[in-house]
């Protein structure tokens, strides 16, 4: 029988132990352990079997809860618990003290929205399909632990991402199953009488789309989650946050219509109602809530007699907009049509013209509207999340700003974290960090205590992997089950993969440059490395394909059949439906971490990350973050075959490179043991890896720097923008026309190099650069005019440059002294600029005139 209906019988909670609501409730106890070892001591198997505060308050027996109600150890420790989690949401922390250090320098922004299309935060709340959820989710539990007052703002799906199992034959078979809002760590933002709050956005044909707002705690951070599954929507709109990722450009731009016109006002409405500060900067975890930023121009010119650019230049004073796709054909665009369709009515932005919301998005194809361009320019921050990533950002979008050199392209880039406590095997915190059991939680990195040896290390490393094992065994049996297999024929997955055994992972979505079967591009050199007698490997893969990627679930299928063979099974498996939860034993369990991206398409890349922060070593492709750190003795850098254009050729030179590496380096010194059994070159890269990237790939890290580098600045330049009503803006925005009336005719009429003797000129020579700039009426404070030098090679192009700003001397001419910086041939010119307080950088008008 199948319910028609589905309702939600909350438990009767004795008054005593209403705090372990409240604990329920709050996601940091998916970062506390002390909170869910509370929980477990309640009933330890019934915990160990559903791992989630809230489902075992409903679960529970009503009788354990009555005893427990009585037993006074467990009240106190209860009332500990709730006064440590009231200390966590209160006190003062790191960004209180950067406040009240750095208040008088720089605006500390009362608040910060966050908006993302997913959220990571646990699997209690199945909200995302992969990496950028999960960062997003790390972005506000790292937050929290600072002090930073972000909002997370995006949309709740009521199918979530889907879930993964096999088909006999190994093809990706997908389930939605329907998540139950009332029976999650979710409360629903109400209007003082008791009515949910409702978000309205205008649809076409007069049409309204509304949505009620969940709001997770995620520590110290409120999460609201949009929900459009509500009486009152049309059909078809309740299904608007139906899936993350599923349907058409239709089904994805209602979707991002919802997140950033919608987020913006329940951000809005939330701040009234609860009295939290209004947030000051908007940060986008990539394009997709990019409409945010029309929505804030849209409030600022309702509030007042505005134009356009005014608006404007607030609006992107306070955003910043995060990047994370290197690839153009990654990037988010809708048909111009399907926007003029939305917007052109004018009814979903009342004060916003639709042809300048269609500008915003323009490209090179007049027929698309691009939501990574529109992200730039609604922001005056930009980033990329890793070194490489902002290289390559800055190539990808360089036809922004036509003019300037790629490196001077305004993307700069922040290279992501993963959520130490989140992480890290509670084990690891506790051996390394000694007493106060917190390495990795927010360390230097000098946090480790000094007196654990080899022997303890490698102890942890066996138990962490052993429980892998046992997680793998129990995985694989379930899978088939599920493909069909009967429990009597499945004796075999007892004893598949082994403790001691050299353990590899690899799991990430399948998207094609991930190349999820590049170990099998020579099956038989893999099945050698796995069944070696004495030096054997076993691999654990894993991951999800688009539902719409039948190549990625070809890939899947492969890697299926490989692993099927019962000559290799017991040291290959394929684990379906990769998630928090089964990437949590994998980060832990396994002693090298394998990424083989084709360079530079990742991104950043995250796992490696968390597989770092608990002792396993990374084997990877230059790319992404490890590009940047990898350091030739915390890991492997697999060599790039970067210059050759057949991919397939490319593949075997990757993949050899790859099994060389597993079978002539990983493998020997694994097995190569002293006397008690220990390999002691293996242990000191995992303690160099502890040691020196343990501080740096933690989104503490991460978050700090958004916030000195990106949210300060951004709050102070709000500030200025927006202060005496827009007085800043407007004036920015007389700037902008007067610069627009007269650069056409700016220009430099000469330029000279004083002091010049060809045979005195060492490095380091000071010369002066004087240039006649014709300013066509502009004030020299409007401009920078900079005196250019660096190398120049056939061309005369100049590369490895530095400039130096000159000072006016009067009658347009401009004068500095610059020394030089490089031997060799050296070439010089000079450039006028736009030069304004409320500009971030000087490219950021797309604006240059050169000698
Ligand atoms: C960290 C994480 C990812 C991202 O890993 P990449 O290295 O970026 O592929 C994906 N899925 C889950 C469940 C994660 O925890």
């Known amino acids: 029988m199948r319910a028609v209906r589905r309702f939600t019988v909350h438990a009767r909670i004795p008054d005593q132990l209403a705090g372990l609501t409240a604990l329920a409730t709050n996601l940091r106890w998916t970062w506390h352990p002390p909170t869910r070892d509370l929980f477990a001591s309640m009933d330890n198997a019934l915990f160990r079997r559903i791992r989630d505060p ?57 608040a910060i929205a966050y908006f993302s299309m997913e959220f990571g935060v646990h699997e209690a709340l199945p909200n995302y399909s992969g990496g950028l959820g999960v960062l997003a989710g790390d972005h506000l539990k790292a937050a929290s632990d600072l002090g930073v007052p972000v909002i997370g703002v995006g949309p709740l799906y009521r199918a979530g991402y889907f879930r993964q199992s096999l088909s006999l034959d190994g093809w990706q078979v997908e389930h939605y199953p329907v998540i139950d809002p009332d029976g999650l760590p979710l409360e629903l933002v109400t209007e003082p009488s008791g009515e949910p709050v409702l978000v309205r956005v205008a649809m076409p044909g007069g049409r309204e789309l509304r949505a009620q707002i969940w709001k997770a705690s995620v520590g110290r ?70 409409f945010l930023g029309l929505e804030r121009a849209n409030e600022i010119l309702g509030s007042g007699e505005l134009s356009f650019d005014e608006a404007l230049s607030a609006v992107r004073a306070g955003t910043v907009f995060t990047t994370h796709t290197p690839v153009s054909a990654g990037i988010d665009r809708f048909p111009v049509d399907l926007v003029q369709h939305y917007f052109g009515d004018g009814r979903l932005l009342p004060h916003v013209d639709p042809r300048r919301v269609l500008a915003l998005g323009a490209e090179d194809n ?18 990329g999340v890793s070194a490489l990533h902002g290289r390559v950002s800055r190539r990808i979008f360089a036809g922004l700003w036509p003019g300037f050199d790629v490196e001077e392209v305004p993307i700069r880039s922040v290279t992501n ?12 915190s506790a051996l390394l960090g000694g007493n106060d059991e917190e390495w990795g939680h927010d360390g230097d990195g000098s946090g480790i205590d000094p007196s654990v040896t080899d022997e303890q290390l490698w102890a942890l490393r066996r138990e962490l992997r052993s429980n892998l094992v046992a997680e793998v065994r129990r995985r694989a049996r379930e899978a088939w089950l599920q ?43 893999l099945r050698a490395l796995l069944l070696d007698e004495q030096r054997p490997i076993q691999i654990v893969v894993a991951g999800k394909s688009h539902p719409a990627d039948e190549g990625g679930k070809a890939l899947i299928q492969q890697i299926v059949r490989f692993v099927d063979d019962p000559e290799v099974r017991q040291r290959i498996v394929f684990l379906p439906d990769y998630g928090m939860s089964m ?43 490890w590009d940047e750190y990898y350091d030739g003795s915390n890991g492997w850098a697999i060599p790039t075959a970067d210059g050759v ?61 958004y916030v000195e580098s990106y949210y300060l600045p951004a709050a102070t330049m709000v500030a200025a923008a927006g202060e005496n ?53 502009l004030d020299e404070s409007d401009v920078d005019v900079q005196a250019v030098v660096g190398r120049v090679g056939d061309t005369d192009d100049l590369h490895d440059t530095v400039h130096v700003s000159m000072k006016p001397t009067g009658r347009g001419v401009f004068e500095t002294a610059l020394r030089l910086p490089h031997a060799g041939a050296l070439g010089y010119t000079v450039r006028v600029l736009p030069r304004h307080r409320l500009l971030a950088s000087p490219a950021e008008l797309g604006k240059v005139v050169l000698a």
């Open 54 to 110: 809230l489902r075992m308050l409903t679960e529970i027996p009503a009788g354990r809860l009555e005893e427990l109600a009585r037993d006074e150890v467990f009240l106190a420790r209860t009332r500990e618990a709730v006064e440590d989690l009231e200390r966590y949401l209160t006190e003062p922390r790191w960004y209180q003290r950067l406040a009240a250090e750095d208040g008088d320098r720089h605006r500390v922004p009362a």
């Open 221 to 290: 951070a409120p999460l609201l989650l949009l929900d459009t599954d509500v009486d009152g929507n049309d059909d078809d709109l309740r299904r608007v946050t139906d899936r993350l990722y599923g349907g058409d450009a239709d089904h994805r731009i209602r979707q991002e219509i919802l997140a950033g016109i919608g987020g913006m006002r329940a951000v809005r409405r939330y701040c009234e109602l609860t009295g939290h500060p209004q947030p000051e900067v908007f940060h986008t975890n990539e394009g997709h809530a990019g």
């Open 366 to 383: 007049p027929g698309m509207f691009n939501m990574a361009h529109m992200g730039l320019r609604l922001a005056q921050r930009a980033n």
């Open 417 to 428: 974290g993963v959520h130490g406590p989140t992480w890290v095997a509670r084990e690891m």
């Open 483 to 525: 493909r069909g297999a009967s429990a009597l024929e499945l004796g075999w997955t007892e004893r598949i993969f082994d403790p001691d055994v050299l353990t590899v992972g690899f799991a990430r979505r399948v998207p094609t440059y991930k190349r999820l079967t590049l170990m099998l591009r020579d099956p038989e050199r």
């Open 583 to 625: 990437a949590r034993y994998l980060y832990r369990g396994c002693d090298v971490w394998l990424n083989n991206p084709t360079r530079p398409l990742e991104a950043c890349g995250t796992s490696g990350m968390k597989a770092a922060l608990n002792g396993c070593l990374n084997l990877s492709i230059r790319d992404g973050w």
């Open 645 to 705: 254009t057949d991919p397939l050729q490319r593949d075997d030179l990757e993949a050899a490179a790859l099994y060389d590496l597993l079978g002539q380096q990983i493998a020997p010194l694994f097995y190569d043991r002293d006397a008690n059994g220990v390999p002691k070159g293996w242990m000191s890269m995992v303690w160099h890896t502890l040691r020196t990237l343990g501080p740096s790939v933690q989104a503490s890290r991460m978050v700090r720097e």
């Open 725 to 777: 009503d827009y007085a800043g803006s407007r004036e920015f925005a007389r700037y902008r026309d007067r610069l627009e009336m007269a650069w056409p005719q700016v220009r430099v009429l000469d330029t000279e190099l004083l002091g010049e003797g060809a045979d005195t000129l060492v490095v380091g020579t000071e010369v002066r650069v004087r240039a006649t700039v014709d300013l066509a009426g």
